[in-house]
């Protein structure tokens, strides 16, 4: 169940950064009401590195305001990416040059790597942050994971995806990536990675659920022409 530590999380996080729970059960939960509008608005407006600062600021503050134990429900990101390590594996055989084997090596390159673990929101992105009048700009609908808080920013730069002549843009992906990496204070390179294996990751959902892929393989194209600009596309990225 996707949605399975969102209660646990949202009281861990009591509102910090985040929307307040207010009570749940196994079938539904009382939220805060936040009437604001969420960021697509400033993307439309031509504020688009405004909405990506603040998306910044946002998972600055779940990722480092609490420091006690996290909830026990949380998925390790390792298991997050399994369908893209599943689709790899399949294509072995069949399509050697597969993006998703390239994806899946770039994946488990960044999950070997050693580095702190946090709570993670798991899905943010532009319509999951929304104003409130009082309390700011607060996240909504987090999945719950735990690992490298450098993928929490990459779904980030897929989005808004209703907006593809914006975001399927290199030049545009760069300098988001960028705003990112200085305002969370993470490698911007590494970014880049997670882009590209997260995109890989999420055009295996869209197939698994039938939908269209497009959006997430065109990220995945851009992401990847950058990281090879960048000299940071080692050997050991590519297929063996």
């Known amino acids: 169940n996707d949605e399975a530590a969102a209660p646990g999380l949202l009281k861990w996080w009591d509102g910090n950064g985040a929307i307040r729970l207010y009570d ?33 600021e946002v998972l600055n503050t779940v990722h480092l305001t609490n420091t006690s134990a996290p909830p026990g429900n949380l998925t390790p990101l390792a298991r997050r990416f399994r369908s893209l390590f599943e689709k790899a594996e399949a294509d072995k055989a069949t399509n050697p040059a597969s993006l998703f084997i390239r994806g899946a090596n770039v994946a488990r390159r960044l999950l070997a790597e050693d580095m702190p673990s946090f709570v993670l929101h798991g899905d943010m992105h532009h319509e999951n942050v929304r104003h409130h ?17 450098t993928y929490d920013a ?87």
Request: proline share 7%.
């Open 154 to 240: 990459a779904n980030t730069l897929c989005n808004p995806h209703k907006m593809p002549g914006v975001v399927q843009n290199p030049q545009r992906l760069s300098r988001q990536a960028t705003i990112l990496a200085d305002v969370m204070g993470i490698n911007r390179e590494r970014l880049l990675s997670y882009v590209f294996a997260y995109s890989c990751l999420s055009a295996c959902w869209s197939l698994e659920d039938g939908q269209n892929p497009d959006h997430a393989l065109a990220m995945a194209d851009i992401s990847e022409s950058l990281l090879k600009d960048a000299k940071v596309y080692p050997a050991s990225f590519r297929p063996s």
């Open 24 to 56: 749940h059960d196994d079938q539904a939960m009382l939220l805060e009401y936040v009437p604001g509008n969420d960021l697509t608005d400033l993307v439309q407006t031509g504020k688009d590195d405004e909405a990506t600062m603040i998306i910044s």
């Open 133 to 149: 009048p009082e309390r700011g700009w607060l996240c909504l609908d987090p999945k719950g994971l735990y690992g490298d808080r």
